[in-house]
């Protein structure tokens, strides 16, 4: 699979090194991340915004922050200063239960939010964790919320965000609640692809950033359950599997799994 993503297209329009002092003048300026020329602008903020608006949000997001892999953006307990757009990489949040196991509650990936879970009570309820090298944009939650009463489209923005993310709670308890592993499988590698193709990929191919293991926390499903679902797509004819490569051969039999369910929810 060809992957097209914004480190390659931030890569490709990086002019060789040709000294020392060059490298640090590109390290300096990393440092600093202008919002009105990111190529994923569209995705985490507001498409209506006024030149002049632009300006005003690149003084507040002038930070960007690398993390990685294996490593934690912020942890349960860690003060909540900031709101987090992800530029490159991908991230899975998580919480411990009370007996200690790690309960995966999302993924997230570039051009998306992460953080908002911190703001209720000034501190994160949940560490997130890179799942491969990434980059943040660092947003100052009390700067954005400044901003965003002089900017109203930044404040319905800001709104959205937390919108979806009640909507996505929902999504995830009726996987939860009444759907099958099979429909549960299907529909994860569906919303899946989906949000990726929204960001230049393939519509019917992905690689897999998260284990078998985390993908079963996030859903309620064995390990052992995933790789079966995994099997049974591969043997109907549904999926290509080839390790983490995954390859939909049959978009429309997924969402009648899922439609199905719907359906008999009714």
Do not use: W
């Not at 411990?96 to 209720?120: H, K, N, P, W, Y």
């Not at 943040?136 to 965003?148: D, G, N, R, Y």
């Not at 109907?236 to 199905?260: A, F, S």
């Amino acid at each position: 699979m060809l992957e097209v993503t914004p480190e390659t297209l931030e890569q490709g329009r990086r002019e060789p090194v040709a000294s020392e002092t060059k490298i640090h003048a590109m390290n300096s300026q990393a440092l600093k991340v202008a919002c009105s020329n990111c190529n994923l602008r569209e995705l985490c903020m507001p498409m209506s915004l006024k030149a002049e608006d632009l300006e005003k949000i690149d003084t507040v997001v002038a930070t960007r922050r690398k993390v990685k892999r294996g490593a934690r953006l912020y942890t349960n307990g860690d003060k909540f200063t900031s709101l987090y757009a992800i530029r490159t990489g991908f991230f899975k949040t998580c919480i411990t239960t009370e007996d200690g196991r790690s309960q995966v509650t999302g993924f997230q990936m570039a051009g998306e939010i992460i953080g908002l879970d911190g703001i209720v009570q000034e501190q994160h309820t949940c560490d997130a964790v890179a799942l491969e090298d990434a980059e943040v944009c660092v947003m100052p939650f009390e700067q954005i919320e400044e901003l965003s009463r002089e900017v109203v489209a930044l404040q319905r923005h800001v709104h959205k965000i937390m919108s979806r993310e009640i909507v996505r709670e929902h999504g995830v308890m009726l996987l939860l609640g009444s759907m099958r592993a099979e429909e549960r499988l299907a529909a994860f590698l569906l919303n899946l692809v989906q949000r990726l193709h929204a960001r230049g990929f393939s519509q019917s191919e992905l690689l897999l950033r998260m284990t078998r293991e985390e993908i079963g926390s996030y859903l309620g499903l064995k390990l052992e359950t995933v790789s079966r679902t995994f099997s049974k797509f591969v043997e109907d004819g549904m999926v290509e599997v080839k390790q983490r490569h995954v390859r939909i051969l049959d978009t429309d039999g997924l969402k009648l799994i899922v439609n199905n369910n719907a359906q008999s929810c009714q």
